[in-house]
């Protein structure tokens, strides 16, 4: 069977998928950039050297030689490519084909009700409901966006980021977190308002307060981080901080496995939230929004992380304060974090079941699977 991914640019976070990919089929699969990357993303680290990436074409620089590999693989899966031009023209084919979407409407679903925006989305997705067509829901709340619109009746399934997987043993495992006594919390990304970072620090002169023994990890740059530094300074918490700024991901994962709780507080505009999956993998107690695409799909609340309603500080502050008061009898979270990640959530096991999807697909049958990636998308509406 010949793959090929067709995707804006290749970047860290879909690497891991790439490469799986690319040992199940070797030179069969082959992914298509369409753009060259921003440079303010080159600048966070997104940049990857694609003379060493042979699976790689790039659409810019020979779209013919790029078109005629759409056309002639046997599947093809598009995620955001601005190229809507080129899968039209395989999806009025009639040959397997996958989608991969996250929100259509993070803003709201009011937005549905838009004319304009029924015709455009009746253009790209609509129109191709009866075709041998399945869209990826890279989000929780993905499938109820597409369902609103009447798209792809019976075909949305279950999807998402698949991050470097990192694998430890029982030791490693019992003794890579920091023990000196305080609970240590990280919290990765931009300092911007959809991400809460002031949160964090509220959190902390709460858990001061209360005698908590803590430590917070501040990964990450943005327009806030000058504040939320100035906050943490004058609220007197100086000494419970250390702020990283901008920080390589590998780096991110080295801190993460040091560190007992996440705390990931984006809004309901985290698509997935690609640093929920380092955190589990990390072993780390996940605390996050529900809003967050990746939190229905990945964690069951008080099993393997906690998660709380909508973006209210309350719930989340009354969470972490009850790890911290029954630590020993929530620490067995993380271990099941970890074990969601190692077993079901990772890019070896979804390409597996990407391409024994795509086979039922070349069939004519659609086999979802049993659990994780591609199992049945439930249409969960936003709160």
């Known amino acids: 069977m010949t793959f090929t991914f067709v995707s804006n640019y290749i970047n860290h976070h879909q690497m891991p998928l790439c490469e799986a990919l690319r040992r199940e089929l070797g030179d069969d699969f082959t992914f298509i ?8 993303r080159v600048a966070m680290g997104w940049g990857v050297d694609m003379r060493q990436l042979p699976y790689v074409q790039c659409l810019y620089q020979d779209e013919y030689a790029c078109r005629r590999t759409i056309a002639e693989s046997d599947v093809v899966l598009f995620g955001w490519s601005q190229r809507e031009d080129i899968a039209a023209e395989r999806l009025a084919s ?16 009011w937005k549905a009700v838009s004319p304009r925006g029924l015709a455009a ?14 869209m990826l829901c890279a989000g929780a709340y993905t499938a109820s966006d597409f369902h609103l619109i009447g798209a ?17 043993s029982e030791e490693q495992f019992n003794t890579m977190k920091v023990q000196d006594g305080r609970l240590h919390i990280v919290w990765a990304g931009r300092f911007i308002p959809l991400k809460h970072p002031e949160y964090v620090v509220r959190l902390a002169g709460t ?3 209360k005698g908590c023994p803590f430590f917070v990890h ?33 780096r991110v994962r080295d801190v993460m496995e040091q560190c007992h709780i996440h705390l990931f507080t984006s809004n309901h505009l985290e698509g997935w939230g690609a640093v929920v999956n380092e955190g589990m993998n990390s072993g780390c107690v996940e605390v996050v929004n529900e809003q967050v695409g990746a939190a229905p799909y990945l ?44 077993d079901v959530w990772n890019a ?27 199992t049945a998308a439930p249409i969960l509406r936003p709160r």
Request: aromatic letters at 12%.
């Open 348 to 374: 070896e096991y979804a390409a597996k079941e990407l391409l024994r999807f795509a086979e039922g697909l070349l069939r004519g049958e659609i086999v979802p699977g049993k659990e994780g990636p591609l």
């Open 121 to 134: 989305k009746y253009q790209e997705h609509i129109k191709y409901r009866k075709k041998n067509v399945c």
């Open 33 to 40: 950039q369409t753009m060259p990357m921003e440079e303010e």
């Open 152 to 168: 792809y009746p019976g075909k949305l399934f279950r999807w998402g980021y698949f991050t470097r997987l990192r694998t430890y």
């Open 218 to 250: 501040m990964l990450g740059d943005g327009e806030l981080e000058p504040q939320i530094r100035q906050d943490v300074e004058r609220a007197g918490l100086a000494e419970s901080f250390r702020f990283y700024g901008y920080t390589e991901p590998e």
């Open 207 to 209: 858990l001061r307060d």
């Open 94 to 109: 009639g040959r397997a084909t996958m989608r991969v979407s996250e929100r259509l409407y993070r803003e709201g679903q």
């Open 299 to 342: 964690i069951r609340h008080g099993v393997n992380g906690l998660v709380y309603p909508k973006d209210r500080y309350g719930k989340m502050e009354a969470l972490v304060l009850d790890l911290f008061e029954n630590w020993e009898t929530r620490r067995r979270m993380g271990r099941a974090a970890y074990e969601t990640i190692r």
